[in-house]
DNA sequence: CGTATGACGTGCA
DNA sequence: GTGCACGCCATAC
């Protein structure tokens, strides 16, 4: 477990029901703009249930992929409330 | 330590 | 809007 491990966990688990935040958001508020590789590389890896990584997306609206598949990713942010037919 | 990979982003044709 | 190339960061080998 890396500091930035521990930061994004945080800062992903901080996202508020209903809402989402893009790659670059969570690593600008990580304190690496420009690590969002690393972030989307973290979240893979990442199994823990307690991280809702489902509510991040990427900045130009697409889902983005997830480690369940990226249907049910889209699945659970329907349920949240979230507007997304398929992609954007 | 160097290379390769990846849930990405931006720029340019 | 689409396709290709470059860059940038952390992790794995």
Redesign the pocket.
């Known amino acids: 477990?890396?500091e930035?491990?521990h930061k994004i966990h945080d800062i992903v688990i901080k996202i508020p029901k209903g809402s989402v935040v893009?790659?670059?958001e969570v690593?600008q508020l990580a304190g690496?703009p420009?690590?969002?590789?690393?972030?989307?590389?973290?979240?893979?890896?990442?199994y823990n249930p307690v991280?809702p990584?489902?509510r991040?997306?990427?900045?130009?609206g697409?889902i983005?992929?997830?480690?369940k598949g990226?249907d049910l990713?889209r699945k659970k942010l329907l349920t949240e409330g979230i507007i997304c037919g398929k992609i954007i």
């Open positions: 477990m890396t930035f491990q893009t790659y670059k690593a690496r420009k690590a969002y590789r690393a972030v989307g590389n973290i979240l893979n890896k990442n991280i990584c489902h991040v997306i990427r900045s130009n697409e983005g992929g997830y480690n990226s990713k």
